[in-house]
C-alpha cells in the first residue's frame, strides 16, 4: 500500500535549478532556488532513507556503493511507484493552478480573473496554424497566473470551467519567501576558504505550516520508517523533517466535472498536474533535441485521434538536471513541462467514458517517478465569451 511521505524544512532548503553554477564558467548568473522540488532531487532522498533501512551505507570516501536492486537507480525507480510532488499546507493540500487563468490581484486583496479559452480563428506562427488561447475579456494590468496553487475546492471549480473564490487562491508568497545567501568554498582538508570560490544562491524558506508530499508505493509496508526523522534534503547541506503515514481522504486528487455534451462533443481540459517528461536524454553522450517535448506541446499528450486538440496554454519550460552521485557530475538538462500547462481538446459524446478514465492517469515518460499526472476538466466555449 502506498504511503505519504511529507516533509517540512527545519531550516532554509536549496533546490537548484538549470543555471549555470561552475566556477569560471562565462554563463553563470545568480541561481535561483526551484520550489517545490522536482521529483528526482526527491526520489533520491526515498532512496537513500530506504536504503538505509535495509542495510545499506554509503562507500567511503563517497564511493559509489549500488543501492538494493528494489530501489532502482536514478534512472529508473525499481519497485518504487512514487506520485507527486504536492504541497500541504496546514491541513489542506495544494494544487497548481491550470494555465486557464488570466487577470491580476487587486489592492484591496481580490481577484480580478477571467478564463482563457481558444480563439475562434486560427493564427500562423512558428508552431504551425493553430486556434490560440484568448482572454473572456480585457484586464488593464492582467497577466496569465503561472504561479498560484488553489486548495482542492478552488480546484475543482476551475477544472468544472469557472473561477476559484479568493479564499482558495494561494499565492508564492504566502507559502514561502526567498533568502538570498553569499557562500564561499572550503578546503576541508585544512579548513580554510578557498580563494575564487565565492558564489550566490537563493534559498527557500518554506511557511512553518508549509510541507511538501509525494506517495510512495510498490514496496512491502515494513520497508516504509517510522515516526520521524530529520534527513538531509536538497544542496547546501539542508535538513528536513520527514514523517510517514497512511494515505486517507485529503490526499486524493481532486474530483472531474461532469463531463456534458454540446452538439454531440464534449469540450475538455488536459491540465499536467506534476511536470511532464517526454524526452530521455544519455547520462554520456550528446544531448540531442527535445523533439518529444516540441511535439507534445503542439499535437498535445494524448496520443488518440478520438480525443481532437485545439489550442494549448502553456507554461515557462523547466530545464533540469541534478546530480549524477554515481559518476559525480551534473546530469545533462532535460526539459520538463511545467505543473499547470492545459490543453484545450474535443471528442464525441461517445467518448465520455474513456475520458473520464484518464483523470488521474499519467502521460509522457517516467511515470513512476510521478512525472506527467493529469486532471480532466471542461471549457465552455460559448459560455467564456458573453
Avoid: C
Amino acid at each position: 500500500m502506498s504511503k505519504i511521505w511529507s516533509f517540512r524544512a527545519l531550516d532554509t532548503l536549496f533546490f537548484r535549478d538549470g543555471t549555470p553554477l561552475n566556477q569560471g564558467d562565462p554563463g553563470s548568473v545568480h541561481p535561483r532556488g526551484l520550489f517545490p522540488p522536482m521529483m528526482n532531487t526527491l526520489q533520491g532522498a526515498v532512496r537513500t532513507v530506504l536504503a538505509i533501512g535495509r542495510g545499506w551505507r554509503p562507500g567511503e570516501g563517497g564511493k559509489h556503493v549500488p543501492l538494493p536492486k528494489e530501489l532502482g537507480n536514478a534512472d529508473h525507480p525499481g519497485d518504487l511507484q512514487l506520485t507527486g510532488p504536492w504541497l500541504r499546507f496546514g491541513e489542506e493540500r495544494l494544487y497548481p493552478a491550470p494555465l486557464v487563468l488570466f487577470g491580476k490581484r487587486l489592492e484591496s486583496g481580490d481577484w480580478k480573473l477571467v478564463r482563457l479559452a481558444p480563439g475562434r480563428d486560427k493564427i500562423r506562427s512558428d508552431l504551425g496554424e493553430h486556434r490560440l488561447p484568448e482572454v473572456q475579456k480585457r484586464v488593464d494590468g492582467g497577466k496569465l497566473q503561472e504561479s498560484l496553487w488553489l486548495t482542492r475546492k478552488g480546484m475543482e471549480r476551475v477544472l468544472a470551467g469557472g473561477i476559484p473564490d479568493k479564499g482558495d487562491i494561494r499565492r508564492p508568497d504566502d507559502l514561502w519567501g526567498d533568502e538570498y545567501r553569499v557562500g564561499i568554498g572550503m578546503d576541508r582538508s585544512h579548513r580554510t576558504a578557498m580563494d575564487g570560490h565565492l558564489y550566490t544562491l537563493t534559498h527557500i524558506r518554506p511557511h512553518r505550516n508549509l510541507r511538501v508530499e509525494i506517495g510512495v508505493g510498490g514496496i512491502p509496508d515494513d520497508w516504509h520508517p517510522e515516526g520521524k526523522r530529520g534527513i538531509p534534503l536538497g544542496g547546501e547541506g539542508r535538513f528536513a523533517e520527514l514523517e510517514v503515514s497512511d494515505m486517507n481522504e485529503s490526499h486524493v486528487l481532486p474530483n472531474m466535472p461532469e463531463l456534458r455534451g454540446e452538439g454531440g462533443q464534449i469540450r475538455f481540459t488536459v491540465t499536467l498536474l506534476t511536470p511532464g517528461k517526454f524526452d530521455r536524454f544519455p547520462t554520456n553522450g550528446p544531448v540531442t533535441e527535445p523533439v518529444g517535448t516540441r511535439r507534445a506541446l503542439i499535437n498535445g499528450p494524448l496520443q488518440d485521434p478520438a480525443f481532437r486538440l485545439i489550442s494549448a496554454s502553456v507554461g515557462k519550460m523547466l530545464r533540469v538536471g541534478g546530480w549524477d552521485l554515481e559518476h559525480r557530475k551534473p546530469r545533462p538538462l532535460a526539459p520538463f513541462v511545467p505543473a499547470g500547462t492545459a490543453w484545450f481538446y474535443t471528442a464525441d459524446v461517445s467518448e465520455a467514458s474513456r475520458i473520464a478514465d484518464l483523470h488521474g492517469s499519467f502521460v509522457g515518460l517516467d511515470t513512476n517517478f510521478g512525472y506527467g499526472q493529469i486532471a480532466i476538466g471542461m471549457w465552455h466555449e460559448q459560455e467564456e465569451r458573453q
